[in-house]
């Protein structure tokens, strides 16, 4: 067997399998010298043989198994190398789409700045357009486009007059609304004490009548949203029905209506009789009892209040309820005695307002509503001054059409004339050709005209 041409695998086995066989074929023949019988060696010989062509056929096996392994090998290094070539080419790819991705970036930055050059220049390019479209076709043309142009501004001209009109008389209203707004509330506040005594007198004949003390609230708030400004039945609306997001229907005193679909619910609470108790009291623990009392009615108002859960009405945010404490001095004792009144209305989504406190927050929500007003004519406006810019870019198209038409009906007018008279070989100059040679005609062309029609002969016999 040939040891060069197998493996260090094989080569190792098959040495090994031979000194097996040379050691077993040793071991045999000497226990066969020994008792001197040449049958034995022969037999151990033949042994030997086979056990050598076993192992022969085992190193081939092997052999083929190598063979397999470095192909197998071969072809996985192959693979590596191709992955790796892979690899190096999505890299190179990677860079590659990141450079031109870079530079899609700066040509869409470029193209954006090329386009608002380019819009610039088209609108400088229509304002000469129609400059030019005027000066060229004359007075009476110009006349006409400029009733057209003047019929399509005007209405917006008008519109601008009326948004600027209403601007100036809405400022104006502005102002005017804020000093009305500041005397309201100084005058609120010096009517305050005589409010409260006013009030005191009522309690006599309120005094143990709730319904009765129910409606003289809603009187006073009632007046209070009829001095804010606010339009019943469009900015607020009163003792109307509900719906909650249960489905439950409720039907509080005073629905504000905001911008943006919002609401703001008003309800009156009115505590007289023990605030009557604690004015009228002959000595301090009177009027401390009675105060206390009156402390603790309003805080069962403001949970009476607070378990209705006007909040969850649908579109009602701010998610707070205001109650309207129509008396001035009632809740200022109150807040004196007890601190932590308004904070523990907050904790029930309660906000405590009274008539000077009420006043500006609804002079506040006209204020919203008048600018929302505003901004809703602007745009209207805007609007409009969009359809016009279309219908001005249109009218421009138009007249760029007429203009080509015009010049090509020019050029084909020039043409025809050519045939006709000015040209070389024109119709006029044959036919005064034909009537020279003595056809026979009733009439003649003018003279004008064949003038014309010879003059290009001439010119160039010359």
Known sequence: MDMAGIGPVAAVALAAAVLVAVAAYLAVRRAASG??????????????????????????????????AREATAKLEARLEAERNRAGTLERDLATLRVERQKDAERAEQQIAELKDAREAMTKEFRLLAEEVMAKHGQTFRQQNREQIE?????????????????????????????????QI???????????????????????RTQTQGAWGEMI?????????????????TQQSETMEDGRRLRPDVVVNLPNDHKIIVD??????????????????????????????????????????????????PDYVI??????????AALETAPDLTGFAIGQNITIATPTTLITLLRTVANLWQVERQQKNA???ASRAGLL???????????????????????????????????????????????QLGAKTKKRLPDELIEDAIAPELLEQD
């Open 389 to 435: 810019y279309d219908k001005f870019e249109g009218f421009v198209s138009d007249m760029s059409r007429i203009r080509k038409g015009l010049d090509s009906a020019t050029q084909a007018h020039d043409q025809a004339m050519g045939k006709l008279s000015t040209g070389r070989g024109n119709l006029v100059n044959q036919a005064e050709t034909l009537r």
């Open 221 to 237: 708030l009632s007046t209070i949203l009829e001095k804010s400004g606010l339009r019943e039945g469009e900015e607020y609306a």
């Open 35 to 68: 008792n001197g019988d040449a049958a034995a060696e022969r037999d151990a010989r033949i042994a030997a043989e086979g056990q050598a062509a076993r192992l022969e056929e085992a190193v081939r096996r092997l052999e083929a198994d190598e063979r397999e």
């Open 151 to 183: 019929g399509l501004l005007n209405p917006l001209r008008q519109k601008i007059v009326e948004f600027q009109q209403g601007m100036t008389h809405a400022q104006q209203e502005a102002a005017t609304g804020r000093a009305t707004l500041a005397e």
């Open 323 to 332: 109650m309207f404490v129509p008396i001035e001095g009632a809740f200022a």
């Open 268 to 317: 009156s609470k009115v505590s007289l009789v023990a605030f009557e108790e604690f004015v009228n009291a002959e000595d301090e623990a009177g009027r401390a009892a009675g105060l206390k009392r009156h402390v603790d009615s309003l805080r069962g108002h403001i949970r009476d209040l607070s378990s209705k859960d006007y909040s969850r009405i649908a579109g009602v945010t």
């Open 186 to 208: 100084r005058m609120l506040s010096e009517r305050s004490g005589e409010m409260t005594r006013e009030t005191l007198n009522l309690t006599r004949a309120l005094k143990g």
């Open 379 to 381: 745009e209207e406006i």
